[in-house]
């Protein structure tokens, strides 16, 4: 079992920026492929990025390639999404999710989630 606690959120200006944030408590953090996934009202949970456990391979969604960067500090049980050039498009509920697949981009594949955070991109 892993419990994920989200934070970071909040207001931003359209082309500023925020650092979500997700802590990990429970077993080993360093054993899960970690992504964040984002749920805007009225669509369907999409992924955003993932980062393998060791930390050495990233993917993410072509909307925001270039301008989010996904890491993670395994000393620190925590997970980051550094948000740049940030659009109202990007206005959701953002999620943390740890799985144990290899690799992972559907939200079925992921086995505990957080309760979010929200970000809200003014134009």
């Known amino acids: 079992q892993v419990q994920l606690v989200e934070s970071g959120g909040g207001l931003v200006q359209a082309g500023g920026s925020l650092k979500l944030s997700c802590g990990a408590s429970?077993?080993?953090?360093?054993?899960?492929?970690m992504g964040w996934f984002r749920q805007a009202p009225g669509k369907e949970r999409e992924f955003v990025a993932l980062?393998?456990?060791?930390?050495?391979?990233?993917d993410y969604n072509s909307s925001v390639r270039g301008r989010f960067t996904i890491s993670r500090d395994n000393a620190k049980n925590t997970l980051y999404l550094q948000m740049n050039s940030l659009n109202p498009e990007d206005t959701a509920v953002y999620y943390c999710?740890?799985?144990?697949?290899?690799?992972?981009?559907?939200?079925?594949?992921?086995?505990?989630w957080g309760r979010g955070t929200q970000v809200t991109v003014s134009s």
């Open positions: 980062i393998t456990w060791s930390g050495s391979s990233t």
């Open positions: 429970g077993r080993a953090f360093s054993n899960y492929l």
């Open positions: 999710a740890a799985s144990r697949a290899i690799y992972a981009i559907n939200a079925n594949e992921y086995d505990f």
